[in-house]
Every structure is written in structure tokens, then in C-alpha cells.
């Protein structure tokens, strides 16, 4: 039985992700539809949503939480401010909050939501597919049982990895979270390289997206270091080592490095970023049980 089978589920901020997450859950019969309930703020939204899904829909995130085991907060970072306050005094004891909110640290949500059961995650765009990357941290208040939803629902995305240290989980967005970026460019870059070569672009576009697609799956199934992958591909004095003395004159790896920790320092500056934004600003209601 799944960990959310008797679970309420509330979606608060139903974007992209959110959807893609009630899309999983259904898929794969972890809950039935009459167990999500979905706030936006546009009626053509949620009309949307109950029309594809069957869930039910309102128009206020409070009333989207007060029943609810699970809250899935999807809504943008700069907004975190503005509706933690509006359904933090609304919220109780036994309740889970999952954030997929970019740079969102859980201090910064306990603190706006005067909440502390609370868990903290990066999925990244293949999630949509079910075949997503997420890394995720959970507060020492929350609860074993929590936690096996919380893995419940991100594994709904795809593959899903807890860790103890918060730490990681800015260091997944510059990697997991932001890695489909690094990788579309790469694709773009070999597209247009062989256009250049003479292909069609339609051609080129298939010859890059099953050559990457074959060789991820390759990797993953062999289990084999790249760079054991890569010295069998690599004949001395062939294309390959051409090719590769190339990309190590350009400094691809140092680049690539460069990159992943732009990537990092820009999510640390928004999560202090949201922790200064909120300083102080708790809800006015507590709720009882020593929270």
C-alpha cells in the first residue's frame, strides 16, 4: 500500500511541476483523483486541471490546505513571502509541506510559515516525463511517516534521493536541477554543427538526440566509468582522439566546472536572499502542540 493511499494532497501553485507531480501520482495509482485538490488563482486554470485530471479545484490556497495531509508548494520563490503568511497561520500539527521552490532553504519556510515539518526539493524538467532527477531534505521535525510520503510523491517523477545535509540540495539544483540546461546546449551545439557539415536540420536533430539517448542508456546499463566508456570509443590517432584533443584545448571541462558552480553560488544567493526576505515576518497565529 502506497504511504499516500488514505493521503489528502493540496497543490498550492499549480504550475508546470505541480501538474506534472498530480499527472505521476495518478499515473501511477498512488492516489485517486478525488484525493488532490488544486488552488490557482485563474478559473480557465482550473478548469483545466479538473477537465484533464478529475481533482478538485478552488480559487483559494487557504481552503486548498486546511484539509490536507500533504501540501505541495509550487508556487514561484519571490511569492513564498506573500502566501506563507496568507496559509501559515492555517496550518497544524501532522501536516507535511514539500517545496519545489528554487533556492527556497527550509529556514526560510519555517520561518514565514511558522511550520518546521517541512521538506525541501529539486526536481528538474524531465519530472514531467516521469523521468526526473529529484533530490530532496526533510526538517528533523518531520516525521518517519512524512518522509515516506514525501518519497512516495517525488518518486512519482521519476527517480528520487533523500539526503541528511540541506546543503545538498543547492548542490543538486547546480547539477540534477540545472543539468537538463548543460545538455540542451550540448544538443543544440552538435545540431548545428553537423547542419554545418552539410545535413538537413531535421536529420542532424535525429542523428544528436538518439546518439545521446543511446549512449545515456548505455552508461547507465554498464555501469562503467565515462571514462572507461570513452577509451573504448577512442582508437589512437582516430576521430575520436581528434575530436577530443579539440574539446580539451577549449577547456570544456574547466568551462563545464565553471558552469556548475555559477550555477551553485546563484542558488545559495537566492535562498539568503528569500531568509532575509522573510526575517521576521512570521504569521500572526500559532498553532497548538509546541510548534
Do not use: C
Not at 89 to 107: E, F, I, K, N, Y
Not at 123 to 147: C, D, F, H, I, S
Not at 174 to 182: E, H, K, R
Amino acid at each position: 500500500m502506497s504511504p499516500l493511499s488514505n493521503a489528502t494532497i493540496a497543490t498550492v501553485g499549480s504550475g508546470v511541476m505541480a501538474e506534472a507531480i498530480i499527472a505521476g501520482l495518478l499515473r501511477g495509482g498512488l492516489v485517486a483523483p478525488s484525493q488532490v485538490v488544486a488552488s490557482h488563482p485563474r478559473a480557465e486554470r482550473r478548469e483545466a486541471l479538473s477537465r484533464d485530471y478529475g481533482i478538485g479545484v478552488v480559487g483559494s490556497n487557504v481552503e486548498a490546505v486546511q484539509d490536507a495531509d500533504v501540501i505541495l508548494l509550487g508556487i514561484k520563490p519571490q511569492m513564498l513571502s506573500r502566501v506563507g503568511r496568507e496559509i501559515g497561520p492555517h496550518l497544524r500539527r501532522g501536516q507535511l509541506v514539500l517545496s519545489v521552490l528554487a533556492g527556497a532553504t527550509t529556514a526560510a519556510m519555517t520561518t514565514i510559515l511558522g511550520h518546521d515539518q517541512v521538506v525541501r526539493s529539486m526536481p528538474n524538467t524531465p519530472a514531467r516525463l516521469g523521468k526526473g532527477m529529484t533530490v530532496w531534505y526533510a526538517t528533523p521535525a518531520t516525521t518517519a511517516e512524512q518522509r515516506s510520503q514525501a518519497a512516495a510523491l517525488l518518486g512519482a517523477l521519476g527517480v528520487e534521493l533523500e539526503v541528511d545535509d540541506e546543503k545538498m540540495v543547492a548542490m543538486a539544483t547546480a547539477v540534477s536541477g540545472t543539468g537538463p540546461t548543460y545538455v540542451f546546449l550540448v544538443m543544440e551545439a552538435l545540431i548545428d554543427a553537423a547542419v554545418h557539415l552539410g545535413f538537413p536540420r531535421h536529420v542532424a536533430h535525429d542523428l544528436v538526440i538518439e546518439t545521446l539517448e543511446g549512449s545515456t542508456l548505455f552508461a547507465k546499463q554498464s555501469g562503467m566509468h565515462p571514462a572507461e566508456l570513452r577509451n573504448m570509443v577512442t582508437s589512437p590517432g582516430g576521430t575520436s582522439a581528434a575530436a577530443l584533443h579539440e574539446l580539451e584545448s577549449g577547456r570544456l571541462r574547466t568551462v563545464m566546472s565553471e558552469a556548475v558552480w555559477a550555477a551553485y553560488r546563484r542558488t545559495v544567493e537566492l535562498g539568503e536572499q528569500l531568509e532575509a526576505s522573510v526575517d521576521g515576518a512570521r504569521p500572526e497565529k500559532r498553532d497548538q502542540g509546541g510548534r
